[in-house]
């Protein structure tokens, strides 16, 4: 158990729809990162939030954005889903740049 | 960016076996994790190490920073160890802290 907690489990949505995942930090943690992992590959840095400031972001365009809460708590938003959106969602919790500890993930399905 | 490499890319071994696998990176890091994805998709913590060696039981670690790459050893293979086991790695090129991962090794122990 990490300590970082992730809802919901699974959710299924329709093209075009927009969804809100969340993500609860490990006690003491003030960073939050998001992570897309598509089936087979390894998981690939969405962005980070440091003390609800967006402190950097992959490669992933405009329609996926975030929310960090004074709580340290997260959010990760996508407008417009596309079927290639499908994966399986995760977020990390860390103090700073120390060791990354993930939740369980959220697993999305765009039919 | 920076560039991670894992091999073998899959291995098969009996119980009671031991395995090395391998992780190149092509730039100087920061972080360095390993990590073994269970079946559900978790993300598992097996050690923070950017430089040096650690163990804990049957599972030990090195990374050699100067040379860019680290090995994680696992001795007296179990079932249960079977899974996919990502490295990942955050540069010290300067932007956000976001982990960069391999494509993985997935292990599979037969009884």
């Known amino acids: 158990e990490t300590g970082v907690t992730q809802s919901p489990t699974h959710l299924i949505k329709t093209r075009g729809q927009q969804v809100t995942l969340r993500c609860s930090s490990q006690s003491g943690h003030n960073t939050v990162s998001w992570y897309q992992q598509a089936l087979g590959q390894g998981p690939q840095f969405i962005f980070q939030y440091y003390r609800e400031e967006e402190n950097g972001r992959g490669n992933f365009p405009p329609r996926f954005s975030g929310l960090q809460f004074p709580n340290y708590s997260s959010e990760l938003n996508v407008n417009a889903l596309e079927l290639d959106d499908s994966a399986l969602y995760l977020c990390?919790?860390?103090?700073?740049?120390?060791?990354?500890?993930f939740g369980p993930g959220t697993r999305l399905t765009v039919l | 960016g920076i560039q991670v490499e894992q091999s073998p890319p899959d291995l098969i071994l009996q119980e009671g076996a031991n395995s090395t696998l391998r992780c190149n990176f092509s730039d100087s890091v920061n972080n360095l994790q390993w990590f073994h994805q269970n079946p559900w998709g978790q993300l598992i913590n097996l050690f923070y190490i950017p430089s040096g060696t650690k163990q804990n039981g049957r599972l030990s670690a090195t990374t050699v920073a100067t040379e860019r790459y680290s090995l994680l050893y696992i001795s007296s293979s179990q079932t249960t160890d079977s899974g996919v086991y990502f490295c990942a790695v955050v540069g010290t090129g300067g932007g956000a802290d976001g982990l960069t991962f391999g494509k993985g090794t997935h292990l599979i122990i037969q009884p």
């Open positions: 990390a919790s860390s103090l700073g740049a120390n060791t990354q500890y």
